[in-house]
């Protein structure tokens, strides 16, 4: 993974503002990134918020879970999944969508706009 | 420049296309490069399917391929550019633009044109390629129906006239009528022969069509052969016929067959058949070796096939045999047919006019329901030869299996099509098809195929998918699908999986029981005490509704939020552009002046898109996200309540007038629905559920549809039971007769819980009854006789819902912790930039990509 320098991160909300295993949808540099935080340790993900298949913004309403060890989104509309890890749509090997770096620091969520390669 | 075997494929309809997906599957990158030339605008589109165009389809839905798909798999494509000639010794494709394209491999696959016959006029109609020209003033107005190009023309032209006429009485010459009747135009069929579908039916079925035909308003005229066309005196034009007498019509489409364009094929002295064709052998090779024609253009064995599937066929042989891998021949193949013509079905399967010697035939005609069954049997009397069947297609895949596979018949052959009685019927299960038998008809997946997926070690659906492709498409065939799957894993002795899902080893019904028993009240603790890993999409909704339907708590909460399916999680349906629509409730569909006004004016005030459900409810559309709660806050004012039009719950209690008003109405049956749907609303289903009272067997409520339905009877109230609409249609079974008030809700209390306690996640009750044991002899005898002595439980967990009912979004206004949860952003008050409206019929509805890109959102947002 590209390391990303540490001047690209933007703050977006606090930690609790996103729901326990589930989205919210943030707005990066024009850019609308979900953002989800995921089981007892807290794991952050970023992916685009963008969903390729119905060509709506809606990934962040989508469930989470898991797929074996994959943690994954599964689109709300025509119910594709994606490895939130990577963004690899698990259905269909030639999709993939963006997914960007995320941290938390002191209880607040930092994101990047800048895609994860 | 490269030193790849260079493909070259002139026609880019659906066979062109298939035969590029094929290339594609192979992997033809390293060694191959392809071209095709395109002659129309658009990009290969689903012909089969070209009428839904007039039914609201758009080119993109029509299109068979994702947008980008040639670029990314470095396919070259000329659109709008017409081969016109090849040179075969330089190896050259010249075209009407000019372009000059060496090939190594040339595949034709031109399709057809329709035929149109030599007519006089006064004035003269030019058919250059299969597109009309004419020297007069209107040629807009005589048309052809091949092309997305034709329906537009069609559609312009209907919206200048009245009355529309199509020559040609075969399948596509009805499709055509039914789409000028959807037009809104008086709609006649003309025909040569002495009945419709001569090609497929015989003459009495071609009687028993017509009939029907007729009595959906198009007007039937055979035996007319067209033999001049001037101009009309009412309508625009006058076609007059060989036997003196004449109709007027203001469109004409000609619809009289369809011949191979092998114009090119030709020129360039390629083999074509007397009758046309390009002459290919069982590699699709022509008389050139390296020149292939596949498609509706192609000539085998002296047969021309006008239907899509052999040319997919086609498709993959060359495929094949250009690459050298794989070992596909084309051996010819089955024409039967089934299709819906003007609402009528009709199959024609092998020979079905019994032109082969000796054969015998055996039909049924039944005139009170306008069915024609007809079978055609070998002059032993022990094969299936052809079949014709109108009016009701049960038997199609049955007797196609028969005819396809030789299958022995039945000492009476007759009983085939003879109504069906009750032996009969089982007579055809999974078990008794042959390998070939297809089970999925979208993508030509046989038995054979999907038994060998199984044993090559797919144990699930999606696996059986990702192999096979059955059931990706239309999805009819995905029960038999699984049913197949469970047969196959049973015999080889593999333990047939229930489990919900991987995370828990329980079917519903067990983790049902769990949640119940054990008093569980959130799903981690479910999760760490009976399941592993995460969750998922599918456990999460399952055990949201049990919970719900156990405890009934918010579902909103903290804990159950994230578990929550995309409607329920907004508490509204999501519509495709992300925005949502919003359902209030109104019971039994009475609703005051007031009310309906206060709805109105929240809908104007929102600028809201506004309809009437199937529902008796009104559905607002185009609401944002983060509008939703404001909006509720309004419907909630004036005191509407949450319709739950997004949960898998209570939908509606369909009603109608009743003995209020009604000359026929035995009892209040407005007043019992709306008593009922207040009585169950919010309850938490394994799958939706929904209701109707009808004041009188007359059925204005189409009760028997319902999953509870009740009938009126002048003693009191008919309950019924499991009925559905949707996609299997199913009438309701009679539970009990003539109960009163306090019977009939006792019943309707124990039924409900014992549906939710013991079906499927995502069981209707309709297919929930078809797979129980018993049947409704046993749903009685829980019900009415408590032969599980689980009644008085049933009742009380019901009380519980009633007593803990509370209105969702009355509850989620007014707390400002949750209204945070539909802000659009969590960082920002912007609003989603993709959501963009237009007006149409003076409503608000999504822009389509189109014209989102010339409102000016940017090409990657649109296309992306
Ligand atoms: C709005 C409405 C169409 C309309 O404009 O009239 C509608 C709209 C939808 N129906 Fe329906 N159905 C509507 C009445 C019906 C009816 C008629 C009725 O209820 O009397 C039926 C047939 C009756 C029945 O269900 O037995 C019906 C059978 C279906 C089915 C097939 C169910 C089946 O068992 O085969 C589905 C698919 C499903 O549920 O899996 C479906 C699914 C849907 C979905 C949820 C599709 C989707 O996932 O987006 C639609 C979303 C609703 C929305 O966004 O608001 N809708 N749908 C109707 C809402 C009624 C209401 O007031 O709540
Ligand atoms: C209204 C309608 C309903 C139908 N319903 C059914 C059905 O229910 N079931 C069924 O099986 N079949 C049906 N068919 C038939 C089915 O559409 C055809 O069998 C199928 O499209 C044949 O595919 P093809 O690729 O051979 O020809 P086409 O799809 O016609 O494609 C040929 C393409 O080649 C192009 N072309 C021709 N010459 C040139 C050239 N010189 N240079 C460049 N391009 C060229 C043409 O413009 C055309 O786009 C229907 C057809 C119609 C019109
Ligand atoms: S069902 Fe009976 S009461 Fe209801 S409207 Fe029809 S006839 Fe009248
Ligand atoms: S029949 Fe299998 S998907 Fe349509």
Redesign the interface.
């Given at each position: 993974m590209k390391k990303v320098a540490e001047t690209t991160y933007n703050k977006i909300c606090a930690m609790n503002d996103i729901p326990h295993n589930a989205g919210v949808c943030a707005l990066v540099d024009g850019k609308q990134i979900a953002l989800f935080r995921i089981g007892d340790k807290n794991e952050l993900y970023a992916i685009s918020n963008y969903d390729p298949f119905s060509k709506a913004n809606v990934i962040s309403r989508g469930i989470v879970g898991t797929m074996g060890e994959i943690p994954k989104v599964v689109s709300p509309i025509y119910k594709q999944q994606f490895n939130l890890t990577n963004g690899q749509c698990i259905d269909n090997p030639k999709v993939s969508i963006p997914t960007y770096p995320i941290r938390e620091q002191g209880g607040a969520i930092y994101v990047s706009a800048i895609e994860n390669c | 420049m490269n030193s790849k075997h260079k493909i070259v494929i002139i026609g880019n309809g659906m066979v062109g296309h298939r035969f590029i997906e094929e290339l594609v599957d192979k992997d033809f990158r390293d060694n191959f490069s392809i071209t095709t030339f395109c002659e129309e605008k658009n990009l290969a589109y689903d012909r089969v399917s070209l009428s839904t165009y007039f039914n609201g389809k758009t080119k993109e839905d029509l299109s068979l391929m994702p947008e980008g798909y040639y670029e990314?798999n470095g396919v070259e494509i000329f659109i709008g550019d017409k081969a016109e000639s090849i040179d075969r010794k330089a190896k050259v494709v010249k075209s009407a633009g000019g372009r000059e394209v060496h090939y190594d491999t040339l595949v034709l696959a031109t399709g057809s044109y329709p035929f149109v016959p030599p007519i006089q006029g006064q004035k003269q109609y030019y058919f250059e390629g299969y597109r009309a020209f004419e020297c007069g003033d209107h040629k807009q107005h005589i048309h052809v129906y091949r092309t997305i190009d034709d329906l537009d023309a069609i559609k312009a032209s209907a919206s200048k006239s009245e009355i529309g006429t199509v020559i040609g009485g075969g399948l596509l010459g009805l499709e055509c009528a039914n789409a000028l009747k959807n037009l809104g135009l008086k709609t006649h069929v003309v025909d040569r022969g002495p009945s419709l579908m001569g090609v497929q039916i015989d003459a009495e079925g071609g009687i028993v069509l017509r009939a029907k035909i007729e009595e959906s308003g198009v007007q039937v005229h055979t035996s007319k052969s067209t033999k001049l066309i001037s101009s009309g005196k009412e309508a625009r034009y006058q076609l007059q016929f060989d036997d003196g007498t004449y109709l007027e019509t203001d469109i004409l489409v000609f619809s009289s067959g369809i011949r191979p364009r092998d114009e090119i094929a030709r020129k360039a002295g390629l083999k074509i058949g007397d009758k046309g064709g390009i002459v290919i052998d069982s590699e699709c090779r022509t008389s050139d070796e390296d020149i292939f024609a596949i498609g509706e253009c192609a000539l085998w064995n002296g047969q021309i096939f006008g239907l899509v599937s052999p040319g997919y066929k086609m498709a993959g042989v060359a495929a094949d045999i250009i690459t050298a891998q794989g070992d596909r021949r084309f051996e010819g193949a089955d024409m039967s047919t089934k299709l819906k013509l003007i609402g009528v079905d009709v199959a024609s399967i092998g020979d079905s006019h019994g032109r082969t010697e000796g054969s015998r035939s055996f039909s049924f005609r039944d005139e009170l329901k306008g069915t024609y069954k007809k079978i055609v049997i070998s002059p032993e009397g022990n094969r299936l030869l052809g079949a014709i069947l109108i009016g009701g297609v049960e038997e199609y895949g049955t007797l196609q299996q028969m005819m396809l596979n030789e299958m022995t018949l039945p000492k009476d052959p007759g009983s085939l099509i003879l109504p069906t009685t009750e032996e009969a019927a089982a007579g055809v299960g999974l078990d008794t098809l042959p390998e070939a038998a297809i089970i999925c008809s979208c993508h030509n997946v046989t038995k054979g195929e999907l038994m060998k997926s199984v044993q090559d070690g797919a144990t699930t659906i999606g696996e059986i998918k990702t192999a096979t492709c059955a059931s990706t498409g239309c999805g009819g065939c995905s029960t038999m699908c699984k049913q197949l799957l469970d047969n196959e894993l049973a015999k080889r002795g593999v333990d047939v999986n229930t489990d919900l899902c991987?995370?828990f080893p329980y079917t519903r019904q067990e983790l049902y029981g769990l949640i119940r028993v054990k008093g569980i009240r959130n799903f981690e603790t479910l999760l760490a005490e009976h399941g592993h890993?995460?969750?998922?999409?599918i456990?999460?909704?399952a055990v949201a509704s049990i919970l719900a339907a156990c405890w009934n708590e918010y579902i909103l909460k903290?804990e159950h939020?994230?578990?929550q399916?995309?409607n329920d999680?907004?508490l509204a349906n999501?519509q495709?552009?992300?925005t949502y629509s919003i359902v209030p409730r109104v019971a039994g569909g009475e609703i005051t002046p007031e009310k309906l006004i206060a709805l109105g004016e929240i809908a104007k005030k929102w600028n809201l898109y506004t309809k009437i459900t199937g529902g008796q409810r009104i559905d607002l559309f185009g609401a944002r996200q983060e509008q939703l709660p404001l909006i509720w806050e309004d419907l909630v004012a004036v005191g509407f309540e949450s319709g739950h039009a997004y949960g898998k719950a209570l939908r509606t209690v369909k009603s109608c007038v009743g003995s209020t008003w009604c000359r026929y109405g035995q009892q209040d049956s407005v007043g019992l629905a709306v008593e009922i749907e207040t009585r169950y609303k919010g309850l938490r289903t394994p799958h939706k559920l929904k209701m109707a009272v009808s004041g009188c067997t007359r059925e204005c409520a189409e009760a028997q549809g319902k999953d509870v339905g009740i009938i009126a009877t002048d003693l009191g109230w008919n309950l019924y039971v499991c009925g559905n609409g949707g996609m299997k249609p199913r009438h309701a079974d009679l539970l009990a007769a003539d109960l009163n008030k306090e019977s009939l809700i006792k019943y309707i209390d124990r039924f409900l819980m014992y549906y939710v306690r013991t079906a499927d996640r995502l069981q209707r009750t309709a297919p929930w009854l078809e797979n129980i044991e018993g049947g409704v002899e046993h749903l009685k005898a829980v019900i009415i006789e408590d032969s599980l002595g689980i009644a008085e439980q049933l009742e009380g967990e019901m009380a519980h819902i009633i007593d803990t009912y509370q209105c969702e979004w009355k509850t989620t206004v007014a707390s400002p912790e949750k209204r945070?949860?539909f802000?659009?952003?969590?960082?920002?008050d912007?609003t989603?930039n993709?959501?963009i409206f237009v007006e149409e019929r003076g409503q608000i509805r999504p822009a389509t990509?189109d014209e989102k890109f010339e409102l000016g959102v940017s090409r990657k947002?649109?296309?992306?």
């Open positions: - | 990314e991987e995370h890993g995460a969750g998922c999409e456990c999460k909704p903290d939020y994230g578990l399916d995309t999680r907004m999501m495709k552009d992300g945070k949860r802000r659009m952003f969590v960082n920002s912007e989603d993709n959501v990509d947002e649109v296309f992306e």
